[in-house]
């Protein structure tokens, strides 16, 4: 009986020294964590009109991995940018001056996502603000932009709605194999001149991008800025050089902000309501396919009208512009009683002193702006 004891306290023993064994080898692996996320520049924020270099610093804990995020558009989602090590607890990524001199205000989200060893990851972001006044048009000539030209019709009462129409360019893409432009219109660029209060800006349009020497074209609708900050493409709307386009940004008849792009050659439709969704078309008496929803937007409105073609940005920065050769707008509209186009309304595309994009002087027509080179 005593040795069946000493054999069944020793199996116990060994069997408990087992499981204690298996806990310590089974140990849960240290939680990875972001300690802080910093972005400064040495002239700290909010930025002035020139811009500085942006410098992203992150302190983490037991990560392997660190990948910086930023905007690929002004209004798009966050992509990554860069990877490095940051098993010593920390990185930097310095990020080169924010182009803008045409809206007061412009915000940009920076983040990171790290990862430890055993594939743990966490994200974490920050959004920061760049703020520049535009300069004030000299003698009645055309205010200057990095990135927008065309007009902007100023108005101390609330518009209530702005539109136009012009015909997608053929860009030469042999010129400009990767770039792209912007052509919309628009409600709420530039601040109030009454108080010089700034809300957002809600626009509607198409892009046209050369992407390795051939031409993509897409119609969208974005708010900027918003919270949640938004934009969209429409899809299945497809878009070609020569085609008639149509947009809008308007209160439509329930009361609610609206915007429409159209293409009349087509018949196709993109239609967004703050507060309700988006979608497409196939004409104006057509079925609406819905696409999203905007129930969590508003938008209260704004005091400039713009018809722009704009060099639009990427990581906060302009793409190269495209050679888009001439856009015409015509059958311009607002809900101004009484109101024409000045030309110290037009504003120019000025990149390192060069103009790069002007708009012709107006006419009861409208206007055509020219890609400058």
């Known amino acids: ?16 020294a087992g499981y204690a064994g298996a806990r310590d080898t089974s140990a849960a692996p240290p939680h990875v964590a972001v300690a802080s996320l910093d972005v400064s520049t040495r002239a700290g924020w909010p930025l002035p009109a020139a811009g500085a270099p942006v410098v992203v610093k992150v302190r983490v804990r037991n990560a392997t991995t660190c990948t910086f995020l930023a905007q690929r558009r002004t209004f798009s989602s966050l992509y990554p940018v860069k990877t490095v090590g940051c098993a010593s607890g920390r990185a930097t990524w310095t ?21 430890g060893a055993d594939g743990q990851t966490v994200r974490r972001t920050v959004t920061v603000t760049q703020r520049a006044a535009a300069a004030a048009a000299p003698n009645g000539a055309p205010r200057q932009s990095t990135n927008w030209s065309g007009y902007v019709v100023p108005s101390t009462t609330a518009l209530g709605s702005v539109g136009g129409r012009w015909t997608v360019p053929t860009l030469d893409c042999s010129a400009t194999p990767n770039g792209g432009v912007a052509i919309w219109v628009g409600i709420g660029g530039y601040p109030s001149p009454a108080d010089g209060a700034f809300g957002s800006l809600l626009q509607t349009g198409i892009t046209a ?17 918003s919270e949640p900050n938004r934009s ?19 209160v439509g008849p329930t009361g609610a902000w609206q915007t429409r792009v159209a293409d009349l050659t087509t018949g196709l439709e993109g239609l967004m309501t ?31 009208a713009e018809w722009i073609v704009e060099d639009y940005a990427e990581l906060g920065s302009p793409v190269p512009l495209a050679a888009y050769g001439t856009v015409d707008f015509s059958d311009l509209s607002t809900s101004l009683p009484s109101w024409s186009l000045t030309g110290a309304e037009g504003i120019e595309i000025v990149q390192g002193g060069v103009v790069r994009s002007a708009p012709s002087a107006p006419t009861p027509a409208g206007f055509s702006v020219s890609y400058a080179g």
Do not use: K
């Open 274 to 304: 703050i507060g309700s969704g988006w979608g497409i078309r196939t004409d104006s008496n057509g079925a609406f396919t819905p696409q999203g929803d905007t129930s969590d937007l508003s938008f209260s409105g704004g005091y400039t």
């Open 1 to 16: 009986m005593r040795l069946l004891r000493s054999i069944l306290l020793t199996a116990m023993l060994l069997l408990a």
């Open 95 to 115: 990020v080169p001056p924010i182009a803008n001199s045409h809206l007061s205000s412009v915000h940009v989200t920076y983040g990171v996502r790290v990862q």
């Open 232 to 250: 969209a493409d429409f899809a299945g709307f497809p878009i070609s050089p020569g085609d008639r386009i149509e947009a809008a940004v308007f």
């Open 209 to 225: 991008d050369c992407i390795d020497g051939a031409q993509q074209n897409r119609a969208w609708w974005e708010q900027y800025p």
